[in-house]
C-alpha cells in the first residue's frame, strides 16, 4: 500500500539513508528500531512526504507520491496521513478538543462536526471529561492520547510516530502503545512506529531494523 524503493536521503557527504526498500502493508503495525543516527527518523520524514528523498520512488495505493509538488504533498500529509511525535506537539493554547479538531479543520471541515469527532475520540481513549483541558493540566500519558486522538480523527491510511512512548515511564509508554494499536485496528490505518524501546519493538507485528541507513532485516512475528 505503501512502499519506498531505492530511497537515499543526503546531508552533505552523510547518507542518512543509503538506498532502502520497504513496504508497508493496508492496516500493517510495522516497528522501525535501529541505534541512534541510524536513518529512523529520517526514513519515517521521507516516507511522509515531509522530507523530499535525494532519490527512489514512493508509491502510495498506485501513486508516485515522490513526484507530487509541495502543495500536493502537504495534502496528502493532511488527508491521508496522521502523525504521532515524541511530546509537545500540542497546541497548548488550545483544548484537547481543539487539538483533536485541527486535522479536520485543516481539511475543511465545519467546526462542529471537527470537534464531536473528536470528542467520540477522546472518550475512546479514556480521555472523557478532560475535553476542554489544555495539554500543560494533562499528564504525558494523557497529552500522548490527545496526539494519538488527534492523527486518527480524519481516518488516515497511516499513522507515523516517532518515539511516540519517549518522554512517558515504561508503563505508560505500554497503555500508550495499546492505546494507538487498538485505535489504528479499529479504523484500518497501518502503523509506523519508530522506538528505541525493544518491548515494545517485540509486541509488534512486524520489526524492521535499519543500520547506518541500510534496512538489515524485517522480522514478522
Ligand atoms: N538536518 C540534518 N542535518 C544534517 N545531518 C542530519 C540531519 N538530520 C539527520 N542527519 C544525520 O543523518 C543521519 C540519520 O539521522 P536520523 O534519521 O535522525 O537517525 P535516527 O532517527 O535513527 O536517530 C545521522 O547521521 C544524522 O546526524
Ligand atoms: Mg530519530
Redesign the pocket.
Known amino acids: 500500500m505503501l512502499s519506498g524503493r531505492g530511497l537515499v536521503k543526503r546531508?552533505g557527504a552523510?547518507y542518512?539513508l543509503a538506498g532502502v526498500d520497504i513496504d508497508i502493508r493496508a492496516g500493517e503495525a510495522v516497528a522501525i528500531v535501529?541505534p541512534?543516527?541510524?536513518?529512523?527518523?529520517?526514513l519515517l520524514h521521507v516516507l511522509a512526504g515531509i522530507l523530499r528523498a535525494d532519490a527512489g520512488e514512493i508509491h502510495l495505493a498506485g501513486q508516485r507520491v515522490d513526484q507530487l509538488g509541495e502543495k500536493k504533498r502537504s495534502e496528502l500529509r493532511r488527508t491521508e496521513f496522521g502523525f504521532v511525535f515524541q511530546s509537545g506537539m500540542l497546541v497548548s493554547e488550545l483544548s484537547a478538543e481543539e487539538n483533536v479538531a485541527l486535522p479536520s479543520l485543516l481539511a475543511g471541515k465545519g467546526r462542529k462536526e471537527a470537534v464531536d469527532a473528536g470528542r467520540i475520540w477522546l472518550e475512546r481513549l479514556g480521555l472523557k471529561g478532560m475535553e476542554t483541558r489544555r495539554p500543560g493540566e494533562m499528564s504525558g500519558g494523557q497529552a500522548q492520547r490527545v496526539a494519538i486522538a488527534r492523527a486518527l480523527t480524519h481516518q488516515p491510511k497511516v499513522i507515523f510516530a516517532d518515539e511516540p512512548t519517549g518522554a512517558l515511564d515504561t508503563r505508560t509508554g505500554r497503555e500508550t502503545m495499546d492505546a494507538l494499536l487498538g485505535a489504528a485496528r479499529e479504523t484500518g490505518a497501518a502503523v509506523v512506529v519508530?522506538t528505541h524501546d525493544r518491548d515494545i519493538a517485540e509486541s509488534m507485528p512486524t520489526t524492521v531494523s535499519i543500520r547506518d541507513g541500510l534496512i538489515a532485516s524485517r522480522v514478522a512475528a
Open positions: 546531508y552523510q542518512a535501529g541512534s543516527g541510524s536513518g529512523k527518523t529520517s519508530v
